[in-house]
């Protein structure tokens, strides 16, 4: 489970107060796969952020009781002095994984071969995202939080990221933030909006989808 | 539907804890000195360089006249700055804590204070180590070996604990202002110095200089090391309670401090 409880998030800059996320409440169970939409702006890295961990809210609070992904399409997630090999066993050690299992792992499901014993920094971008999403994978974590850059890499890869999320939706919560309707209709089951700081859950997709558009 | 586990045992997640800390520790080792050129020597060799500069300079400078208590002038100097090096590397540090491990924090098991664990442990037993080659050294050298190891030992856990909480203040006070902390920081472990007991030893000075000096808690930590250093001969002043409370409360301050400026800490 992963809840947010009147979750409220400012920031100050030059004097300046701005308030991103005013009083948001949500709950994410495994096997929930929820998007939430939001335009440019509305705060949506700011409440991933949050979910993950990396950011404090400034009021209300967060319960993790599940193990929670670090969010993808940052590249933030490993080291880019690092090689892959390091930057494996890294988080193999931190989430009690086997590493010679997930070394094997990850480079396989990434396909980057002998790179694996390169620095991250030397990476593409394509083999950089194809890299951070195995390590996700190997990782099996209860909740994924996924920007839409994942449906952006090539498209032979990015099907298999959407099938490899599919497989894994009957265990995992997945939490997709975008401001594309087509990226959420593809994965999620529910839908949410952000917007003026606040979230408003749509069982229905049309629905979510149709008071998204008249934002 | 699955149901996640609501509660964990105690036990579970301090083991929890210790592996992230060690995962940590493993992963600073490697970006903060790599595998090129020297490597993980560096880690000693940083302090062990720092330390000798200092006793030979002191050695120099100092002549042919004899330390009081007929101490050894090398070794006095060489462990009680390495010592010294400890709280001013962890201390001097602490305020890039966040930034600089930012990547870190996205992943939701990393918290700051582990990451501030994995740094003081990791410093600590470099010093420890370096500290051990040292006293090795001399006894082979000088012929004088530590009266009590263990004693010295302890004298770095403590030095570790005082700096971790030390440190955990300046990471907090960034929230007001990262380059404020960043300038006043270096001022302050150099101000210290003279609090250290780095260059001397409490019996040496006059009464009032004492008392007030005792009113700190670095020159705890070095009077009691030295007694495992150099053993019974000379007086030595230190009071462990009072020197525990000092770290107890730094701590605790430090903690407190950290929790109210989690929100407002830049990443």
């Known amino acids: 489970m992963l809840q947010l409880e009147g979750v409220h998030k400012s920031f100050t800059k030059n004097g300046l107060t701005r308030e991103v996320l005013s009083g948001v409440d949500a709950t994410f169970l495994p096997g929930d796969a929820v998007g939430i939409l939001g335009r440019n702006g509305a705060g949506k890295s700011t409440l991933m952020r949050i979910m993950a961990g990396v950011e404090h809210p400034t009021k209300g609070r967060v319960r993790r009781r599940m193990s929670i992904s670090w969010p993808m399409g940052y590249d933030a997630a490993v080291h880019g002095n690092l090689t892959g090999a390091d930057n494996t066993r890294f988080i193999a050690r931190l989430y009690d994984r086997p590493v010679s299992w997930m070394e094997g792992f990850v480079q396989d499901f990434s396909e980057i071969g002998d790179e694996f014993r390169e620095p991250v920094k030397n990476y593409s971008a394509g083999m950089k995202a194809r890299f951070i999403f195995a390590l996700s994978m190997a990782v099996e974590f209860d909740c994924y939080l996924i920007d839409e850059v994942i449906a952006a890499g090539d498209a032979r890869f990015a099907e298999r990221c959407r099938q490899a999320l599919l497989a894994r939706r009957s265990k995992s919560a997945l939490i997709l933030v975008s401001h594309q309707i087509h990226t959420v209709r593809t994965l999620c089951t529910h839908a949410a909006i952000l917007d003026e700081g606040r979230l408003t859950f749509h069982e229905d997709l049309d629905q979510a989808f149709a008071e998204y558009g008249e934002l | ?267």
């Open chain 2, 1 to 267: 539907m699955y149901v996640a586990p609501e509660e964990i045992s105690f036990f579970t997640a301090v083991r929890a804890r210790c592996r992230v800390v060690g995962a940590l520790m493993m992963r600073e080792l490697h970006t903060r000195f790599g595998r090129e050129n020297l490597g993980y020597v560096w880690l000693f060799l940083e302090p062990a360089m720092l330390g000798v500069g200092v006793a030979l300079w002191q050695y120099a400078v100092g002549g042919d006249a004899s330390m009081p208590g007929g101490l050894n002038k090398f070794s006095f100097f060489l462990i009680g700055y390495i010592l010294f090096y400890l709280f001013r590397t962890l201390v001097s540090r602490s305020p890039h804590g966040v930034a600089a491990n930012f990547q870190l924090l996205y992943h939701s098991r990393v918290t700051i204070e582990a990451v501030m664990w994995a740094r003081s442990l990791l410093d600590s037993a470099a010093v420890a180590i370096c500290i051990a080659i040292f006293l090795f050294l001399i006894g082979v050298i000088y012929g004088e070996w530590p009266d009590d190891p263990l004693q010295m030992a302890v004298g770095v856990i403590f030095m570790m604990f005082l700096a971790h909480g030390t440190g955990l203040i300046f990471l907090s006070a960034t929230a007001f202002g990262p380059q404020l902390v960043d300038r006043l920081v270096h001022p302050f472990t150099y101000l210290c110095i003279p609090f250290s007991g780095m260059f001397f030893m409490i019996w040496w000075l006059p009464g009032p200089f004492q008392e007030v000096l005792l009113w700190t808690p670095l020159i705890h930590i070095m009077e009691f090391t030295r007694e495992g250093q150099f053993g019974p001969g000379v007086p030595y002043s230190y009071d462990l309670p009072f020197l525990i409370q000092w770290i107890v409360v730094l701590n605790f301050i430090g903690l407190c401090a950290l929790k109210a400026a989690k929100p407002h800490l830049e990443t």
